[in-house]
């Protein structure tokens, strides 16, 4: 397991403060990361508050348990965000959340791990071609998973990704947008 190495949630205070309004509430971190939001949203809450984390990379789950299985308000759930309503109704916390929070991106730990980073770099490199019709081919057995038990590859992420593109695109009709 990866020790977060000088990592730095961004807009934590700001996240939080727009996010935390009772104290007693239920919240939900739906990218737990290295936890930066999670402990923030915890010193927030009350011993009545309670935190639900979700993410899908093994290693963050490990993390969690590492770091906050003593604490009672806070579970971790190895999924997916898409499974927020899963997990809620798991817990029969329907209409009950107070707040949920998704930090959309990577990790740095993640980016510190060479194998990740160097698909990462190249999975922007190609979308950055494709955009520019150059036609850069990927490389046939590269995946992009932090769930390693996932059975994707990069280039169903890729091509996911570039639906995402495109669909931006075309709702903002925008040369700059490329």
Known sequence: MSEPLNHITVLLNEAVD????DPDGVYVDCTFGRGGHSQLILDRLSD?????AIDK???AIAYAH???GDELRFEIEHGSFAQLDEFIAKRDLQGKVAGVLMDLGVSSPQLDDQAVDSVFSLMV??????TRHAGLVLPSGL????????L????????SVLVVVWLLQLCVSVKSSR
């Open 66 to 68: 590492q770091r906050f």
């Open 18 to 21: 727009s996010l935390v309004h």
């Open 125 to 130: 490199r190609w979308i950055c071609a494709w």
């Open 57 to 59: 990379d093994p290693e």
């Open 143 to 150: 995946t992009l998973r932090l769930n390693p038990k996932l």
């Open 152 to 159: 994707m590859c990069c280039s169903s992420t890729v091509k």
């Open 48 to 52: 009545k508050g309670r935190l639900i």
